[in-house]
């Protein structure tokens, strides 16, 4: 099976833009979360999608969003971006949420200037 | 709120040696899941074990195996015979019934 797909891998983005990301979970996996990974903060939870509904949100401006499509594929988006935004963003998905083993993509590292 | 805490930010093990990298964390959960991920210098998080609360008896994975201590609320893996492609970021993560909680980390080093 393929693995978990981001893209873009690379994004740079200015101050006050905004920015989509796409993760492609591994076929059949029904459930996908998204991280933030930063040198500072480390790995934060964004939220958690299954079957198109969010089911968890961390503690993140509503300046971050995100959604599910009925393929199981996720977009986050994050608006008004600020510099403390630049981060590796890394998708996960799991085939359901009972085990919560969860395989990781690659990330997008997002610069913001 | 759930923590997660790994005290020990770089370690170092000789190649052929075993290490054992720590985990302690916070929760009023009953039911939860920990794992141990791995993450090589650029490239992606690969999960390296798993322990379900509920079970007493410690996972183990080939060269892997976790001690897990629920009253302690502890949960330290052990990587035997220690290969130079273990070396990478460590993170210990805790999933209860709203998130998921990671570590710091903790930098592995194998030296030949």
């Known amino acids: 099976k393929a693995g978990v797909t981001q893209t873009p891998r690379y994004l740079i983005k200015t101050r006050g833009q905004q920015v989509t990301l796409s993760c492609s979970p591994i076929?059949?996996?029904?459930?996908v979360s998204w991280y933030q990974q930063t040198p500072g903060q480390g790995l934060q939870f964004l939220f958690e999608?299954?079957?198109?509904?969010?089911?968890n949100k961390g503690n993140f401006p509503g300046r971050f969003s995100g959604r599910q499509f009925s393929n199981s594929r996720s977009e986050m988006n994050v608006s008004t971006l600020e510099l403390g935004d630049s981060a590796l963003y890394l998708c996960?998905?799991?085939?359901?949420?009972?085990?919560?083993?969860?395989?990781f993509g690659p990330g997008t590292r997002l610069t913001v200037t | 709120a759930q923590t997660v805490t790994q005290s020990q930010p770089e370690m170092s093990v000789q190649e052929a040696e075993t290490v054992t990298l720590s985990c302690t964390y916070d929760?009023?959960?009953?039911?939860?899941?920990l794992f141990w991920y791995k993450q090589p210098p650029s490239r992606q998080m690969i999960l390296v074990i798993r322990?379900?609360?509920?079970?007493?008896q410690n996972a183990t994975e080939n060269r892997f195996s976790v001690n897990f201590q629920k009253a302690a609320k502890s949960f330290s893996l052990k990587i035997s015979d220690s290969q130079l492609g273990d070396a990478a970021m460590y993170f210990c993560?805790?999933?209860?019934?709203?998130?998921?909680?990671f570590g710091a980390g903790t930098r592995l080093t194998v030296k030949p």
């Open positions: 999608y299954f079957s198109e509904t969010q089911r």
């Open positions: 322990q379900e609360a509920y079970k007493q």
């Open positions: 993560a805790y999933r209860g019934n709203n998130d998921m909680r």
């Open positions: 076929s059949g996996h029904r459930s």
């Open positions: 929760t009023s959960e009953s039911d939860y899941y």
């Open positions: 996960a998905s799991s085939a359901n949420t009972a085990s919560y083993e969860q395989y």
